[in-house]
């Protein structure tokens, strides 16, 4: 129902604005980029509007180079804004400025997305946001070429952590499947996104993981790292990602935490967890959000406070 709803605003418009959340990673630019292909085969006038970069992993996904910035709203009288994977309106940073009274269908998975669209498809079991996108353009009649396919495959394989986690279902086996058929080489895009890290991202791992610490009888794991350490390896702001990952990986821990001073009093704060604990009620409590296995949050104060608080709703949970 909520399909041929969104299906009926697109028909009745001919230049849509996709967007998605800043710091986007490879389901906010791969849903998006792939609408943004699927309704350009439509013949609609669709761009891709972001205020952030896109991570230079994604580059290679077609539509990639063609992203604007938010100013753009002031070139084109959008008739429609399509929000992807973006789970309140503020995470869409100066974008939110532009919508206006603008029609805006919001289309999501995360289980704390605020319904902030005049139409809201919100489907919290889908592996990724991509997952939603690939059944609607689908639903649309429009032919999945390979092009399209590589961007819901980054999405979903980034979402699920290469189909590790818990929100891997067989509809998404049986989608990546539709996308390898439809073109999609499994080995090249794991090739481009996780045999490719800089060095420096390496350098970092090796520093962060100094501070690995267990709490709650080896349930819990810690690793931080400050604006101090990161400066020493890099000039430039290094991809954290995937450091949180290295302390859940290890066997007997439920729950990881990683701290990164962004700002001398701003921690930002990565949980991921393996079986049963939801972090993302521990993200919501401090003002983030996320899914069940991996959330986000930005505490104020030291790392060492971060660290505290951020362990007493843990040891509320576990
Ligand atoms: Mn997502």
């Known amino acids: 129902m909520i399909y041929e709803q969104i299906i009926d605003v697109i028909n009745k418009s001919s230049k849509i604005a996709v967007t998605s959340h800043m710091q986007p990673d490879g389901d906010n630019v791969g849903s998006s980029l792939a ?22 992993l994604f580059r290679f996904l077609k539509g990639a180079r063609e992203v604007e910035k938010p100013s753009f709203f002031a070139e084109i009288d ?29 289309i999501d998975h995360h289980i704390s997305n605020t319904k902030f669209g ?21 639903s649309m009649g429009i032919f999945i070429d390979k092009d399209i396919a590589d961007c819901i495959y980054t999405g979903i394989v980034t979402d699920t952590g290469m189909f590790q986690y818990s929100n891997t279902s067989e509809e998404t086996h049986s989608i990546a499947g539709e996308l390898i058929i439809a073109g999609v080489s499994p080995s090249d895009i794991f090739a481009r996104i996780y045999q490719n890290s800089p ?9 962060a993981l100094k501070s690995l610490e267990f709490f709650n009888h080896d349930m819990v794991s810690c690793i931080s790292i400050s604006k101090a350490q990161l400066e ?19 066997a007997g821990v439920e729950v ?15 949980l991921r967890s393996k079986c049963y604990v939801n972090v993302a009620i521990i993200a919501k409590d401090f003002g983030g959000g996320g899914h069940v296995r991996a959330a986000g949050c930005a505490i104020t104060g030291s790392i060492e406070s971060a660290k505290q608080q951020i362990l007493l709703a843990i040891q509320k949970q576990i």
């Open 35 to 56: 609408l943004c292909l699927a309704l350009q085969k439509l013949g609609k006038k669709a761009v891709f509007i972001l205020d952030d970069s896109i991570p230079e």
């Open 78 to 106: 959008f008739d429609l804004v399509i929000a992807m994977d973006c789970g309140d309106l503020e995470r869409l940073g100066k974008v939110s400025q532009f919508i206006g009274n603008t029609k805006l269908v919001n």
């Open 199 to 207: 060095k420096e991202k390496i350098m970092l791992m090796g520093e």
């Open 256 to 270: 990881a935490i990683f701290l990164k001073q962004k700002e001398p009093n701003v921690v930002k704060v990565s």
């Open 232 to 250: 020493s390896i890099a000039e430039e702001d290094i991809d954290t990602e995937g450091i949180v990952n290295l302390g859940r990986d290890i």
């Open 118 to 138: 005049e139409i809201n498809l919100v489907e919290e079991n889908a592996s990724a946001t991509a997952e939603i996108a690939y059944k609607l353009i689908k």
